[in-house]
C-alpha cells in the first residue's frame, strides 16, 4: 500500500447522530482496554508448580527491578482478545479484494494437519533420524514447487516474501562475484514493482535503475533496450527485478524477450513471484527465461495471514544460480532424508538466512493445499482466480474506470478518473466501501496510475458474493459521480467499530507503548 | 474441489458477461511458447481424508518433543503453552486478516500489535519495540545494519557467545552492505573478549546472555565501553523466559535489545514460524525496522490504533527504506502477547525460577555421572557439559534409547566443540524425566 499522495487525517468533524452509552460499548462492538488498564502484575492465569526457593545460580545477576506485566485469568483473556477479534474484518467475514495480496480462503484441514504433533511439537535440532517424516514434508514442499514452475532448485527457508527477494538477489551476487563480475551492479527495477524490490536490491549492495512503463501498463522495450546498453567487458547491468504478472494485473507480453535481453548482457533475471497465484498450473516461470523467484506461500499456496504474518518466501533457482543457495537444504541419501545445514558441505551457497530451517508451519499447510487440489485443482484455481477479476472488471467497467484495456489476469485496476471533479477521492471511497460491508482493495498502488484501486477477489468467491460486491462497487461509483455526495463519502466510514483515524497525528507524536498514568504525569511536569 | 465455489453454469455466465468464448482467451497475453497444453506432472486432487492421512503418516515418522523425556535447546525450547492461546489465534478474524491497513476494521489486530510492543518493551527494560520480526536470528542481522545505519559506522563485533546461527545470519545479511563483522569462533566463558575489540570504528557490539552455552554475560562493563566509542550495545536473547529471573537489558545499558520470542506462545514448529523481538531506545526510532503501530484518535475523538512511521518502509521509501521488510509475525505475536498476557509478571517470575531449579537440579545430576564436567559458571535453563566422548554420539545413542537428550555443540559450530552438549530444561520435564536422563547418560558413558 502507498500512504503518500493521500489525506491521512481525518477532514470532517464527528458527525454522527449516535447516542453515546454509558459503558461506551455499541451492542456487539465492546468498549475495549488495554490489557494494561486491567491486569495487574501480581494477577496471573496460569497455575505454575511452586519453585522451591532455594539456592540460585544465575551469577549474581537476579532481577531486582519490577517488569509492569500485568496478569489476567482465563476468562478474562477469553473476553478481551474475542472482544478485539470482533473488531477486525476477515477474509471468513466477507469480500477482501486487496490486490497484489491474494486473500485466499484458508483451509482449515491445513490447520489441522500442522498442529500434527510430528510437525508442531519437533525441535529443528533433535537427531536427524527422529525427523525423518519432517524431512521428507520438506522435500515433497520442494518437488512441487520446482515442478510447478518449472525450476531446478528450490530454498525453502526464507521466512516471508522479501526475505525471498533477498534470497534470490543474494544468490544472484553470489554468482556474479564467483565469475568475477562483481563490477555488475546495476539492477533494472520497474517503477510499478513493489517497494519491496528496489529495497531488497539495495541490501544486497545493488544499485537501483528505474524503467518507465509503456502506454499499455508493461515494461516500456525502448527504455530497457537503452538501460541495458551493449554487451561487453564493461557493461554492469547485475539483472532485473519484474513482478509477473506485473502489478497492474497484466502479463508482461514481452517477457521471453526480455530474459533474452537481459541473459545477453550477462544478467539475471529476478522474477518477483507475488502474483503467481494468476499462473500455477498454466504458465511456469522456468519456460520464460526466469533465474529466481520467490513465492508467498501466503498468498499462492493458501497460508493464512494471521493479520500481517507470518510468511513464508521459498525461492525457485536455475541452473546457473542453484549452486549458490543457502543452508540449509535437504537431500535424499537411498531411503533416508539428510539435512545439509554447515556451509562447510556446501561450499558455493551464499550464507544463511534463518536460524533452523525455514517456517515448517507453512510447509505443511502449503503441500495439504497442494495436495488437495492436485495438478487439476490448482489449474482450474487457477483459471477462477482470473475469471473472477474479470468477471469484476467487466461488470464495473461502465461505472468505474479501467486503467488499461484489454483482459487482466488475476487482479482489475482502476483508476480515478471517473472520480475526477466529484470530490471524492480514492481513499473516500475506498472507505465508503468499508460501510457497504467490504474490505477495500488496495489503493494508491501501483504507482503508476493515479488514484489507483486493484481488486483482486481470487477463486474463492462464489458468483453470488461478486454480483453482490459489484452492486455496491456499482451504487457507490453512480453515488460518487453524481457530484452531490462527496461529503458523505468524507465522513465514511460510519459503520465501522471506529471512524476515520488521524495517521498524521500518530506519526508526528509517536505513542507505540503505554505508559503508566504516574509516568504519564511525571513526564507532563 | 472443495475449495472452489464457482460451477460451470457459473463460469459460461462469466465469461459471456466477459465478452470471451472460453476461459483460455483470458490467458491470450501469455506468448504462446509458454502457455502448458497438458496438467502438469503432480498428483490429482485429493480428498480431505486423503490427504490428511497422508500427512498424519509423515507426522508419525518424527518423535514429538512430548512423546519423550525432552533437553534440547539452543535457540528453540519446549514450554507448556495454555489451550486458550491456540484456540484465540484461530479466530477468524485474527487468523484470516492481512496487515492492518485499513485501521477502521482492524483494531482487533491493531490493539493487540500495541500491547504487544509494551509487553516487549517492559520484558527487555527498553523504550519501545516494533511489531516483530521473522525471527530471532533475522533480528538480530537487522540491528546491527540498523546500528551500521545510526551510527554511520561500518564495523560490527559479534561475541563468542552469540549463537552461531545467529552470527551467520548477521553475517549474510551485513556482507553486501560493507559492513566489516570480527572473525567469530563460538567459544565459552570469552564473552568479556569483545571489549578489547572496540574501538572508534565500531559501529556496534553484539552480545547474547544468557549467551548459546547457557553462561549470563555481565553487559554493563561492555555497554559502558561501547558508549565510550560511541558505539551500540546490541543484546540479543533466544529465551524470554530467562528475563523473569535476570537483569533486563535495558537496565544493563544495551541500546538495541532482539531475541526470539517462541517461548511464549509459540511451539518448537521445527524452527519456524516464530516470532523476532526487537526493541529500542526512543531516541532510535526513527531508524527502527519493520512495522510499528502507534496510538492516535478517530474522527470522535475516540483512542484508536494504527500503523505508523511508515515513511521508514519499503513502500514508500523504496530503494532508500531502513529495510525490505513488509512481512511481521502476526499471529505469532499475537500467540506471544496472549500467553504473556496470562502469565503476567508473577506467573513470569514463578515460571522463571521453576525452569532454573530444575535446571539446577538436573546439571547437579548429570555432573556427578563420572567424566561429566558442568562448564557454566552461571545459567538460566540450559547449560554446558563437557563430555568424555563425542557429544554427537551421545546424543544419537540416547535418542536410541527414546531421550532427547541435547544437542551437540559441534551441530551448530561447524564441527568445533565436538565434546560439548548444550542441555535446556524448562517447566514440562517431570522429575522422572530429569532421573530417566541421569540414568541414560550413565550407561551411554559407562
Redesign the interface.
Known amino acids: 500500500m502507498k500512504n503518500t499522495g493521500r489525506p491521512t487525517a481525518p477532514t470532517s468533524a464527528a458527525n454522527t447522530n449516535e447516542q453515546p452509552t454509558a459503558s461506551g460499548s455499541k451492542a456487539l462492538n465492546q468498549a475495549t482496554k488495554l490489557i494494561f488498564e486491567t491486569g495487574t502484575p501480581r494477577r496471573t492465569g496460569v497455575d505454575i508448580q511452586e519453585p522451591k526457593g532455594g539456592k540460585t545460580r544465575l551469577g549474581g545477576h537476579e532481577r531486582t527491578s519490577d517488569i509492569g506485566l500485568p496478569g489476567l485469568t482465563e476468562p478474562e483473556i477469553m473476553r478481551h482478545y474475542v472482544r478485539l477479534s470482533q473488531k477486525n474484518y476477515a477474509i471468513d467475514l466477507g469480500v477482501y479484494p486487496l490486490g497484489s495480496c491474494t486473500m485466499k480462503h484458508n483451509p482449515r484441514l491445513n490447520e489441522k494437519v500442522a498442529r500434527m504433533p510430528g510437525f508442531a511439537d519437533v525441535h529443528p535440532l533433535q537427531p536427524q533420524s527422529t525427523v525423518q517424516g519432517a524431512l521428507e514434508v520438506m522435500e515433497e514442499l520442494s518437488h512441487w514447487l520446482c515442478t510447478l514452475t518449472g525450476m531446478p532448485a528450490v530454498a525453502l527457508s526464507p521466512k516471508a516474501g522479501a526475505h525471498g527477494e533477498l534470497c534470490g538477489m543474494m544468490a544472484i551476487r553470489a554468482r556474479l562475484d564467483a565469475d568475477g563480475m562483481s563490477h555488475k551492479r546495476r539492477v533494472l527495477v520497474p517503477e510499478s514493482a513493489h517497494g519491496t524490490n528496489p529495497a531488497t536490491a539495495v541490501q544486497c549492495g545493488f544499485i537501483v535503475d528505474e524503467i518507465p512503463a509503456s502506454g499499455n501498463g508493461r515494461v516500456d522495450l525502448a527504455s530497457l533496450k537503452e538501460k541495458l546498453g551493449t554487451p561487453g567487458p564493461d557493461n554492469n547491468v547485475a539483472g532485473i527485478m519484474l513482478t509477473n504478472p506485473n502489478t497492474c494485473g497484466l502479463f508482461e507480453t514481452d517477457i521471453i524477450e526480455i530474459a533474452d535481453l537481459v541473459h545477453a548482457v550477462g544478467g539475471y533475471f529476478y522474477c518477483d513471484g507475488a502474483n503467481f497465484t494468476a499462473l500455477v498450473g498454466r504458465v511456469r516461470p522456468g519456460d520464460l527465461g526466469v533465474d529466481a523467484m520467490h513465492m508467498n506461500l501466503h498468498k499462492t499456496f493458501s497460508t493464512p495471514h494471521g493479520g500481517g504474518g507470518p510468511g513464508s518466501g521459498p525461492t525457485v533457482l536455475s541452473d546457473a544460480l542453484k549452486a549458490h543457495a543457502p543452508v540449509p537444504y535437504v537431500m535424499k541419501e537411498g531411503d533416508a532424508y539428510k539435512l545439509i545445514e554447515d556451509v562447510r558441505d556446501s561450499e558455493d551457497a551464499f550464507g544463511r538466512m534463518t536460524a533452523f530451517h525455514g517456517q515448517m508451519g507453512m510447509y505443511t499447510r502449503a503441500l495439504s493445499y497442494m495436495m488437495s487440489h492436485g495438478s487439476d485443482g490448482l489449474k482450474q484455481a487457477t483459471e477462477d482466480a482470473v475469471l473472477n477479476a474479470n468477471y469484476v472488471q467487466a461488470s464495473l467497467s461502465d461505472v468505474m474506470t479501467p486503467a488499461f484495456e484489454g483482459y487482466c489476469m488475476h487482479e482489475a485496476l482502476f483508476d480515478d478518473r471517473f472520480l475526477k471533479n466529484t470530490g471524492v477521492e480514492t481513499l473516500d471511497f475506498a472507505k465508503a466501501m468499508i460501510d457497504e460491508g467490504y474490505h477495500p482493495m488496495t489503493m494508491y498502488f501501483p504507482l503508476v496510475v493515479h488514484g489507483a484501486m486493484l481488486i483482486e477477489p481470487t477463486e474463492s468467491e462464489s458468483k453470488g458474493e461478486l454480483d453482490r460486491f459489484i452492486k455496491s462497487m456499482r451504487h457507490l461509483a453512480e453515488k460518487a459521480k453524481s457530484g452531490t455526495e462527496a461529503e458523505s463519502f468524507k465522513a465514511a466510514p460510519i459503520h465501522a467499530p471506529m471512524r476515520r483515524l488521524d495517521e498524521t497525528q500518530a506519526a508526528r507524536k509517536p505513542i507505540l507503548r503505554w505508559t503508566p498514568p504516574a509516568d504519564v504525569a511525571e513526564a507532563a511536569e | ?6 460451477n460451470e453454469n ?2 459460461a ?3 459471456s ?4 468464448t472460453h ?1 483460455d ?7 504462446k ?4 497444453k497438458d ?8 480428498t ?1 481424508h ?3 492421512q ?14 519423550v523425556p ?1 533437553f ?1 535447546g ?3 525450547y ?1 514450554h507448556h503453552i ?1 489451550a ?1 492461546v ?1 484456540h ?22 491493531l ?2 500489535l ?2 504487544f ?3 516487549v ?3 527487555t ?1 527498553m ?3 516494533n ?2 520480526m ?5 533480528a538480530c542481522g537487522e540491528a546491527v ?1 540498523m546500528a551500521s545505519r545510526v551510527t554511520r559506522k561500518k564495523q560490527a563485533v559479534l561475541a563468542p557467545g552469540l ?1 552461531p ?2 552470527a ?2 548477521t ?3 551485513a ?4 559492513i566489516k563483522i570480527n572473525e567469530v569462533t563460538p567459544q565459552p566463558g570469552a564473552d568479556m573478549n569483545v571489549l578489547d575489540l572496540i574501538n572508534d570504528e565500531t559501529a556496534c557490539v553484539v552480545v547474547q546472555s544468557p549467551n548459546v552455552f547457557g ?2 554475560v ?1 553487559l554493563a562493563p561492555i555497554a559502558e565501553k561501547a558508549h565510550a566509542h560511541k558505539a551500540l550495545l546490541i543484546a540479543v536473547f533466544t529465551e524470554p523466559v530467562a ?6 537489558p535495558g ?1 544493563q545499558g544495551a541500546d538495541i535489545v532482539v531475541g ?1 520470542g517462541q517461548s511464549i506462545g509459540v ?7 516464530y ?1 523476532g523481538l526487537f526493541a529500542c531506545r526512543q531516541k532510535l ?1 526513527r531508524q527502527m525496522p519493520g ?12 483512542r ?3 500503523l ?4 521508514r ?9 531502513t ?10 505475536c ?1 500467540a506471544f502477547t ?1 500467553h ?12 522463571a ?2 525452569n ?2 530444575k535446571a ?1 537440579d538436573l ?1 547437579d545430576k548429570l555432573s556427578a555421572v563420572k567424566g561429566v564436567e558442568l562448564i ?5 535453563n540450559e547449560f554446558t557439559l563437557r563430555l568424555p566422548k563425542n557429544a554427537n554420539d551421545v ?2 545413542a540416547l ?1 536410541d534409547k527414546g531421550i ?1 537428550g541435547g ?1 551437540p555443540a559441534s ?2 559450530m ?2 568445533q566443540h565436538e565434546n560439548l552438549l548444550l542441555i535446556a530444561v524448562t ?1 514440562t520435564s517431570s522429575e522422572e524425566d530429569i532421573a530417566a536422563f541421569e540414568m541414560a547418560l550413565k550407561e551411554v558413558l559407562s
Request: proline letters at 3%; glycine letters at 8%.
Open positions: 474441489m472443495r475449495y472452489l465455489p464457482l457459473d463460469r455466465e462469466m465469461l458477461v466477459i465478452g470471451a476461459v482467451e483470458l490467458f491470450e497475453d501469455v506468448p511458447s509458454a502457455r502448458l496438467l502438469i506432472d503432480l498428483p490429482a486432487h485429493k480431505e486423503q490427504v490428511e497422508h500427512m498424519s503418516r509423515l507426522s508419525a515418522k518424527n518423535v514429538a518433543a512430548s512423546s525432552f534440547c539452543a535457540g528453540a519446549k495454555p486458550s491456540d484465540l489465534i484461530q479466530r477468524s478474524e485474527f487468523l484470516t486478516a492481512y496487515t492492518p491497513y485499513q485501521p477502521e476494521i482492524s483494531q482487533g489486530t490493539q493487540a500495541f500491547e510492543q509494551t509487553q518493551a517492559m520484558l527494560g523504550d519501545v519495540a511489531a516483530s521473522y525471527d530471532g536470528s533475522t545494519i549463537h546461527q545467529y551467520a545470519v553475517q549474510n545479511s556482507k553486501f552492505l560493507d553462561e549470563i555481565d528475563l523473569g529471573a535476570i537483569k533486563s537496565e526470539e511451539g518448537l514448529n521445527f524452527g519456524g514460524p516470532v526510532v512495522r510499528v503501530c502507534g496510538e492516535t484518535v478517530d474522527a470522535n475523538g475516540e484508536g490504533y494504527v505508523t512511521l511508515s515513511t518502509e519499503q513502500h514508500i521509501r523504496r530503494e532508500k527504506a529495510s525490505n521488510i513488509c512481512t511481521n509475525s502476526g499471529l505469532c499475537l496472549i504473556m498476557s496470562l502469565l503476567g509478571e508473577a506467573g513470569l517470575r514463578e515460571l525460577m521453576l532454573h531449579e539446577c546439571a557454566n559458571d552461571s545459567f538460566f546424543v544419537n535418542a532427547l544437542v551441530r551448530i561447524q564441527g517447566e
